[in-house]
């Protein structure tokens, strides 16, 4: 009974265990599956056996954590060893989960004290970020020390509360499964050997590192080699990454060709010279990348050699998310070369804003410069903003000094300038400009103490752009072998679109102008109105040229117009009650008004009236009245008359400048007694009228009279007393006194005479005089030759001419 009980009872108990055999999968997953779930774990697929060494062999085991797929074939398990032929990974992103914000906690791992140790033969891992899957093998050959070898040679050590290592990797691996199409990571070696230390919530890496980076640009190579110990922190909680870079040696090599990439120009070479080709990059002991923002204490990047560059890079801060609006920096740079004494430039950015300041010093100008200075300093300072992706707003300014300066056959002595360009948010910008110079020469002119503003303001919105331009101009001094010029001043408006249309406000040397020009690419036009003014301040330029002569009294006008680039103009001139003084000659109320005009560089003046009311010269001239013009920059007065010694007097013609030529001056109806008694002291009165033609010829600067001709007019009278020298002749030669006695009180009938005069002034007379002594009832027919320097007797006349000297006097008063 008992034997059949227990056959029963074994029965039973077989065929339980044959039925949990046959359904073990189905009654594991109902078992396990709950269990990995609570962990977030999905288990797949699982099918397993068990072998007659009652190892436990599974083909396959599917699992799913957070989206991460592993899979697992070939698994053989015992108390021992845990053998898995392949394993599979698909990396996939992470799902968003309410516990993202959730912080990580330091590892509490609960290690048993003896388990299976695990070999892996092959696990693969797949990512669509990699080029290809990584393959490597895990090997468990003491308990909780792991060796990965493969695509990555690692080791790992498991204790409870930390994992900590070391591994090996290099740019073979990185290109390989690295899936980027960018070409310069082919150009780009390292290798690295790191130990790492991960303890739940932050990741440590610490090791030596080299690195290269050869790539070629057209014909330039660059070459960067990194070398040294690299230390790498991140935090879980922080999202930190902080690097350690300071214990790097970071060297930047170009080769000579890389200059060739300066685009052709006159300063290329300059600029290539000044190039160094060796760099330094001296990284900080920290750099931090926290979340989205970067934090770099310090770049300095240094040159090797003779050229000396030094820029530094401190205090940057950024959002690598959107890097230009969250950047702060701290930027200064120093240059030293052997053609550059110094450049200094200090920046700090914020943002989309930079502020900061700058200094260049040259004791030369380059080569490239059509100039040659000595002691060049640019110094200035900026404050801009939203530079980027838009138009700058801020201020730039600068401030330029020159010792001296040669350019286009101009050289110049102190030279200041401080330029300030400005723009708003509206876009309204403005550019001022202040000028001084000591001194300037080009050829023969020599410019000094001059000083100049010149102020734009534009809006650089939409549409056309249009410049209001202001501009003053102070000048002491234009000197020339030719003129000089002094107290030059003008004021300036203009505005600037497609053409500039300007005005000048002009005083040289106390007259003034105002003109009015339109500069474009097609034309030139201009016009100078000239204002009613006092022609006194004109003495300046006629003392230049003739230091004798003055302007005593008078006004003038005028209005010029014309085109620049065609070198024409028209021009109208007034001149109205001018007096002037020539030494002791003196001419008054000369009024004339003319136009003509300027064209392919000849000048004409249309044939114009001028009046004189009077002209001193010893002999008194009146009511002068003529024509003058100017055809062909030549000049012709013809046609003039006038009154003189009582009667009148003509002029034909007279060309200035004309070398050899002859003018024909006629007089009429000549008060005799007006013209013997230009020497009031003599004793001799002749009375009545008398006429003549005086042929005046011009040759070579000399002036003669040759044929001329005196003639009386009707009958007169002379008279003789007390006078000296005819008394001495009368004494003399008593045999002529009964002759010369007929003279003392003789009624002229005729006198003729004629007349030369040489160009010494000495004047010879042939005089013929018929007449009727009425005392003796005697005719007479008397032939006389007089010689006399009329040179000296006017000049002595113009000395006591009172009139004359009153003006002389008043007039150095005045200049006094």
Not at 289 to 302: D, K, M, R, T, Y
Not at 562 to 572: E, K, R, S
Not at 785 to 800: D, G, Q
Request: net charge negative; glycine share 6%.
């Amino acid at each position: 009974m008992f034997k059949r009980i227990g056959l029963i009872v074994g029965a039973v108990l077989l065929s339980t265990l044959l039925l949990g055999y046959v359904f073990r999968l189905p009654l594991l997953q109902w078992v396990i599956a709950p269990e990995l779930e609570k962990a977030g774990v999905t288990l797949n697929c699982l099918d397993f056996s068990i072998t007659s060494e009652l190892n436990i062999h599974a083909d396959r085991v599917c699992l799913n954590y957070q989206n991460q797929q592993l899979q697992l074939t070939g698994i053989t398990a015992n108390t021992k060893r845990v053998d898995i032929e392949n394993a599979v990974l698909t990396v996939n992103p992470l799902p968003k989960s309410d516990n993202a914000n959730q912080l990580a906690k330091n590892l509490g791992l609960a290690l048993p004290l003896n388990r299976p140790l695990i070999n892996i033969k092959q696990l693969v891992v797949k990512n669509d970020e990699l080029n290809k899957p990584l393959k490597i093998s895990i090997l468990e050959p003491e308990l909780n020390k792991f060796n990965v070898s493969g695509d990555i040679n690692a080791s790992a050590i498991l204790t409870a509360n930390k994992v900590r290592g070391q591994f090996e990797i290099n740019d073979t691996f990185l290109k390989h499964v690295i899936n980027t199409k960018n070409t310069l990571i082919a150009d780009f070696n390292f290798n690295t050997q790191q130990a790492f230390s991960f303890d739940g919530i932050e990741l440590e890496l610490n090791g030596d590192i080299s690195s290269q980076f050869a790539h070629t640009y057209e014909q330039c190579k660059v070459n960067v080699l990194t070398t040294g110990k690299l230390a790498t922190r991140f935090n879980l909680n922080s999202q930190a990454l902080m690097f350690n870079t300071d214990l790097l040696n970071n060297k930047i090599n170009l080769t000579p060709s890389c200059t060739e990439l300066i685009p052709p120009s006159e300063y290329a070479g300059f600029i290539s010279k000044q190039v160094p080709l060796n760099w330094q990059l001296k990284l900080p002991q920290s750099i931090r990348l926290e979340a989205s923002e970067l934090s770099v204490p310090a770049i300095n990047l240094v040159s090797v050699g003779d050229k000396q560059f030094d820029i530094l890079i401190t205090d940057t801060t950024l959002n690598i998310t959107s890097p230009f609006e969250d950047l702060q920096s701290t930027l200064s740079a120093q240059i030293n070369t052997p053609d550059i004494n110094n450049i200094n430039v200090n920046a700090q950015l914020s943002g989309a804003a930079i502020k900061g300041d700058y200094a260049v010093m040259l004791e030369n100008l380059p080569e490239f410069v059509p100039a040659t200075a000595d002691g060049l300093s640019l110094i200035g300072h900026f404050n801009i903003s939203e530079f980027i992706d838009s138009k700058p707003i801020g201020l730039i300014n600068a401030k330029l000094t020159l010792n001296s300066v040669d350019a286009f056959d101009i050289s110049a002595v102190q030279y200041q300038g401080d330029l300030t360009a400005k723009m708003d948010k509206q876009l309204n910008a403005e550019v001022a400009l202040t000028q001084q110079l000591k001194s300037a020469e080009y050829k023969e002119f020599k410019v000094t103490d001059i000083s100049n503003t010149l102020t734009a303001n534009a809006n650089l919105g939409v549409g056309e752009l249009f410049a209001d331009l202001t501009a003053k101009t102070n000048i002491k001094a234009v000197n020339s072998p030719d003129i000089k010029l002094n107290n030059i001043k003008v004021e300036s408006t203009g505005l600037q679109s497609r053409a500039l249309k300007a005005t000048h406000h002009a005083f040289i040397n106390d007259v003034e102008l105002v003109i009015n020009h339109h500069m474009s690419s097609q034309a030139h036009p201009f016009e100078v109105v000239i204002p009613e003014q006092s022609a006194l301040s004109l003495n300046a330029f006629i003392s230049q040229f003739e230091p004798l002569a003055q302007l005593t009294e008078g006004e003038f006008n005028g209005y010029i117009s014309g085109d620049i680039n065609l070198q024409n103009a028209l021009f109208n001139i007034g001149i109205s009650h001018t007096s002037a003084l020539y030494n002791d000659y003196l001419a008054s109320d000369l009024s004339s008004t003319f136009s003509g005009e300027y064209n392919s560089g000849k000048l004409n003046v249309k044939p114009t009236t001028f009046n004189l009311n009077e002209f001193r010269a010893g002999a008194v001239v009146k009511a002068v009245e003529g024509q003058w013009q100017v055809s062909s920059n030549t000049a012709l007065i013809n046609d003039v008359k006038g009154s003189v010694f009582g009667g009148e007097f003509s002029l034909d013609s007279y060309t200035v400048g004309k070398p050899n030529q002859v003018a024909n001056v006629k007089f009429e109806n000549i008060d005799a007694s007006k013209l013997v008694t230009l020497d009031d002291k003599s004793g001799i009165v002749l009375t009545g009228r008398l006429a003549g033609s005086l042929p005046v010829h011009f040759d070579s600067g000399k002036i003669e009279i040759i044929d001329g001709s005196l003639f009386s007019q009707g009958t007169g009278n002379l008279k003789i007393t007390n006078n000296a020298a005819f008394d001495s002749v009368m004494q003399q030669q008593q045999e002529l006194q009964p002759v010369l006695g007929l003279l003392t009180n003789l009624d002229i009938q005729k006198l003729n005479s004629s007349v030369a005069l040489k160009n010494d002034g000495w004047l010879k007379l042939g005089v013929n005089l018929q007449g009727y002594n009425k005392a003796e009832q005697q005719q007479v027919n008397f032939n006389y030759n007089h010689e006399e320097n009329v040179f000296t007797l006017l000049r002595a006349l113009r000395l006591s001419d009172e009139i004359t000297q009153k003006v002389e006097q008043q007039y150095s008063q005045k200049g006094n």
